[in-house]
T-cell receptor
Framework: AQSVTQPDIHITVSEGASLELRCNYSYGATPYLFWYVQSPGQGLQLLLKYFSGDTLVQGIKGFEAEFKRSQSSFNLRKPSVHWSDAAEYFCAEGSGATNKLIFGTGTLLAVQP | NAGVMQNPRHLVRRRGQEARLRCSPMKGHSHVYWYRQLPEEGLKFMVYLQKENIIDESGMPKERFSAEFPKEGPSILRIQQVVRGDSAAYFC??????????????FGEGSRLTVL
């Protein structure tokens, strides 16, 4: 069955440090991949998405992600984390011929001062 | 331009009661998706609807759950005879009618159901 894996449940980084959140997908030679962010009590906001083309994708809020087919990965990165980045981050993959998404279980990011 | 609107934001029900959750998609959007988020888990797909049609309900529990998206009015997710295990956040998302595979979903802020 199609699945998305986020191996890290919780991550804590210091403000100003770099960040990498891992994501592995399982489906499709040409996957549609997404990263969403969810602040407490809020809905999900799209950070970035990958369909094809350049494997390094730029998103909002200074985030980027790199698609690596050989590793079935789509890791999210940010060079310098801000306290406001504390939230839960979800990786997702498109499924089938619709916009249905399969989500990972999320990574909760805490930012230390 | 209003985003995806969900109501109620919070709903408390006793076991055996019915819960109705409403979702108004973004203006111009005709595709609606419902997801459920259990505590400490990611979002699980439940159902995908277009106006007056259920396109994919592969994630819907076989019993007690139903969804509709009428020609007029919001989409409704209905849970009959709720049990404690139904306590979760229910998110609605929408996309425009011409969106291709992999198009962005726009999410509402969710409806949090608590079953006592």
């Amino acid at each position: 069955a199609q699945s998305v894996t986020q191996p890290d449940i919780h991550i804590t980084v210091s403000e100003g440090a770099s960040l990498e959140l891992r994501c592995n997908y399982s489906y499709g030679a040409t996957p549609y991949l997404f990263w969403y962010v969810q602040s407490p009590g809020q809905g999900l906001q799209l950070l970035l998405k990958y369909f094809s083309g350049d494997t390094l994708v730029q998103g909002i809020k200074g985030f980027e992600a790199e698609f690596k087919r050989s590793q079935s990965s789509f890791n999210l990165r940010k060079p310098s984390v801000h306290w406001s980045d504390a939230a839960e981050y979800f990786c997702a993959e498109g499924s089938g011929a619709t916009n249905k998404l399969i989500f990972g279980t999320g990574t909760l990011l805490a930012v230390q001062p | 331009n209003a985003g995806v609107m969900q109501n109620p934001r919070h709903l408390v029900r006793r076991r055996g009661q019915e819960a109705r959750l409403r979702c108004s998609p973004m203006k111009g959007h005709s595709h609606v998706y419902w997801y459920r988020q259990l505590p400490e888990e990611g979002l699980k797909f439940m159902v995908y609807l277009q106006k007056e049609n259920i396109i994919d309900e592969s994630g819907m529990p076989k019993e007690r759950f139903s969804a509709e998206f009428p020609k007029e009015g919001p989409s409704i997710l209905r849970i009959q005879q709720v049990v404690r295990g139904d306590s979760a956040a229910y998110f609605c998302a929408s996309s425009p009618p011409d969106s291709l595979q992999g198009g962005e979903l726009f999410f509402g802020e969710g409806s949090r159901l608590t079953v006592l």
